[in-house]
Antibody, heavy 120, light 107 residues
Framework: QVQLQESGPGLVKPSQTLSLTCTVS??????????WNWIRQSAGKGLEWVGR???????NYKPSLESRVTISLDTSKNQFSLTLDSVTAADTAIYYC????????????WGQGILVTVSS | EVVVTQSPVTMSVSPGEGATLSCRAS??????FAWYQQKPGQAPRLLIY???TRATGVPARFRGSGSETEFTLTISGLQSEDSAVYFC?????????FGHGTRLEIK
């Protein structure tokens, strides 16, 4: 059974870059036709899909975040990563990594989430 | 973006009873609709996809229905462990969007 685990700093200063990693265990990140996603949850905006990466390395991002977001794969480490540039307090949220096995953008496996606070 | 509106915001139901949770999409999403359960301190758990298909391991007392713009999650024979926030999601129109949740309390 696949497991996902987020890691990274819990505090980021305004205008800096948020960087998170999701480590996948119990299966290869390369197996199947899976999409690997980042989703965030905040009190103000609720659940918000951020973006995804396919095993080919192709990516899709939420349009309102696209100018600041990069998601990438590291198959050698069985990980995928999120970077979000020029963060503000509005980016404060619990960030989840999640798997989509169907390509239809519903999410059948999630990490436990990591709280990232943007504050000076 | 498609706006997904959930109702009610909160509900309180006695054990053994049933609960009906609703979602409305601002435009048709066919049957490309999912439901999730989230307990405190945990990630959401997929319950239903394709409007009515239960995810692996989900008990049969969770039933999803609906299409186009109106969707319902019905939970029968409520148990204390069903106390959670339930979210719905449309994935027909890109980008996918979620409702803001219904908090279900078991009395």
């Amino acid at each position: 059974q696949v497991q996902l685990q987020e890691s990274g700093p819990g505090l980021v200063k305004p205008s800096q870059t948020l960087s998170l990693t999701c480590t996948v265990s119990g299966g290869s990140i390369n197996s199947g036709s899976y999409y690997w996603n980042w989703i965030r949850q905040s009190a103000g905006k609720g659940l918000e899909w951020v973006g995804r990466v396919f095993i080919s390395g192709s990516t899709n991002y939420k349009p309102s975040l696209e100018s600041r977001v990069t998601i990438s794969l590291d198959t050698s480490k069985n990980q995928f990563s999120l970077t979000l540039d020029s963060v503000t307090a509005a980016d404060t949220a619990i960030y989840y990594c999640a798997r989509d096995t169907s390509g239809w953008e519903y999410f059948d496996s999630w990490g436990q989430g990591i709280l990232v606070t943007v504050s000076s | 973006e498609v706006v997904v509106t959930q109702s009610p915001v909160t509900m309180s139901v006695s054990p053994g009873e049933g609960a009906t949770l609703s979602c409305r999409a601002s435009q048709s999403v066919n049957s490309n609709f999912a439901w999730y359960q989230q307990k405190p301190g945990q990630a959401p758990r997929l319950l239903i996809y394709a409007a009515s298909t239960r995810a692996t391991g989900v008990p049969a007392r969770f039933r999803g229905s609906g299409s186009e713009t109106e969707f319902t999650l019905t939970i029968s024979g409520l148990q204390s462990e069903d106390s959670a926030v339930y979210f719905c999601q449309q994935y027909h129109n890109w980008p996918t969007t979620f409702g803001h949740g219904t908090r279900l309390e078991i009395k």
